[in-house]
């Protein structure tokens, strides 16, 4: 269900349950987890590609599996995983294939650059399936797309097109699923081609410009559930 094509500079991560939109289960978060592990101990990696097989990027998390297992939504996993993207010392993108939709938008928001094709759909329905959204997700999204924005998708529950994504900054590239591959190639190639000690400076940079430290009270919202006060008969779960 996690496809990885490795070279000495280049690992590409690849959901692959196209049957189910790629949508993750803990299995798969799991291994995402120890890939992102195996990554960081690589000292000639230089670029980090994640994408997905088939037309659709992840539908998120396997709301499926969440009925079975409630763990799925309120696991430590999906906050470590983003985080692990983020702290990487290589180049790292978000090929969007296709729609990208809840839990898996925390992989994205945390990528160097997200690429997407025209068909792309963004989305992050937590409030509709009375979930919450992992707190970096919100500090990644507000950082990139503003407050607006972030607030039209998360309480509004709005759908973006891909050409609307890119006019409010959520993405960063547009192109056709054929000229995917190339565009990849292209955005990864001055990396690819550098020096590690080079990179790594200018990555640390960036991560001390936009450091994802959560706050306290964003933290206990979220896995202190018992400090907060809900009124309504049923308390939302945690998905990222």
């Not at 933290?219 to 006060?229: D, G, T, W």
Request: charged residues 20%.
């Amino acid at each position: 269900m996690i496809d990885l094509n490795s070279t000495s500079v280049r690992w590409t991560i690849t959901l692959n349950r196209p049957d189910k939109a790629n949508a993750i289960n803990m299995e798969m978060l799991i291994r995402l987890n120890e890939i992102l592990d195996e990554a960081k101990q690589q000292l000639k990696l230089r670029s980090l590609i994640i994408t997905g097989n088939g037309p659709v990027f992840s539908a998120g998390a396997d709301l499926n599996a969440v009925k079975l297992n409630n763990e799925l939504t309120t696991t430590i996993h999906w906050k470590t995983l983003s985080d692990k993207i983020a702290e990487l010392p290589c180049l790292t993108i978000a090929a969007l294939n296709g729609t990208l939709a809840g839990g898996a938008v925390g992989m994205a928001l945390a990528c160097d650059i997200r690429l997407a094709t025209t068909e792309a759909n963004f989305f992050y329905p937590v409030l509709k399936n009375n979930l919450l959204p992992q707190p970096n997700d919100i500090e990644r999204l507000v950082n990139l797309t503003g407050l607006s924005t972030a607030k039209l998708i998360l309480i509004a529950g709005q759908k973006l097109s891909a050409k609307k994504a890119l006019d409010r900054g959520l993405i960063d590239l547009v192109c056709e699923r054929s000229e995917l591959t190339d565009n990849i190639n292209s955005l990864s190639y001055t990396a690819e081609n550098t020096d590690s000690i080079s990179l790594l400076a200018i990555k640390r940079l960036f991560q001390n410009f936009t450091s994802n430290e959560l706050k306290t009270d964003a933290i206990n919202a979220v896995f202190n559930l018992s400090l907060i006060h809900i009124s309504e008969p049923t308390r939302p779960r945690l998905i990222s």
